[in-house]
């Protein structure tokens, strides 16, 4: 079993939909949860990122953490068909340099 | 440039034969990361610098996997005698001294492929 598990869709929704991303992970030392998005033919950018439980919102991007189910979140509102890209969540222990561990990313398709 | 660089982009490589694949970190930016991208996976670490200081290779899959950071710089990532199971994009992170886990920043990746 993976330490990241992350369903790879693909995942195809209309235009303006909301879309609700998971990730679930099995180390319960993980503290920083971070969501990256990722185009065809280029490197992950950093879309959100949170520091231990709780939720964190920036403007059509909502971040979830649930550690005691070990659960994480991405939801995207009023979805664009620039949002078509790969996601993936990523994790790491608090230590020297924070290693991060990545899912398997889920691929997404907005259609116009 | 402001951003992480990789050359070449794209490497066509015969199975048997060595490759070399360069990163140029962000200027400043004190550690350095290679991970491996296989095809519809996420990335998986390689190694981490911290400057010059290889403190971390862990995730080199053989030793035919070498990396090195001479001047703190320019990092250089080399497979020797590729075979075809190490066709994958590998990305080159860098992130600032005293940065947190979010703050790394990713190169485009090269693209290897192993005929």
């Known amino acids: 079993q993976k330490e990241v598990e992350q369903d790879p869709g693909p995942l195809s929704v209309p235009e303006g939909a909301i879309v609700s991303l998971n990730c679930t992970y099995s180390n319960s030392a993980f503290q920083y949860f971070m969501w990256y998005r990722q185009y065809s033919r280029k490197g992950p950018e950093l879309l959100m990122y949170t520091y231990s439980s709780g939720n964190k919102e920036d403007g059509r991007f909502t971040a979830q953490v649930d550690k005691s189910s070990k659960y994480i979140s991405l939801f995207i509102r009023d979805s664009q068909p620039s949002d078509s890209a790969t996601y993936l969540c990523a994790m790491s222990v608090k230590t020297s340099y924070d290693k991060v561990i990545f899912g398997p990313g889920t691929s997404l398709s907005v259609i116009p | 440039g402001a951003g992480v660089s990789q050359s070449p982009r794209y490497k066509v490589a015969k199975r048997g034969q060595d490759v070399a694949l360069r990163c140029d970190p962000i200027s400043g930016h004190v550690s350095l990361f290679w991970y491996q991208q296989a095809l519809g996976q996420g990335p998986e670490f390689l190694t981490y610098?911290?400057?010059?200081?290889?403190?971390?290779k862990s995730g080199l899959p053989s030793d035919r996997f070498f990396a090195e950071r001479p001047e703190g710089s320019v990092s250089t990532l080399k497979i020797q005698r590729t075979q075809q199971e190490d066709s994958a994009v590998y990305l080159c992170?860098?992130?600032?001294?005293?940065?947190?886990?979010?703050?790394?920043?990713f190169g485009p990746g090269t693209r290897l492929t192993v005929l």
């Open positions: 610098f911290q400057n010059e200081a290889q403190l971390d």
């Open positions: 992170a860098s992130r600032p001294s005293g940065g947190m886990a979010h703050e790394q920043f």
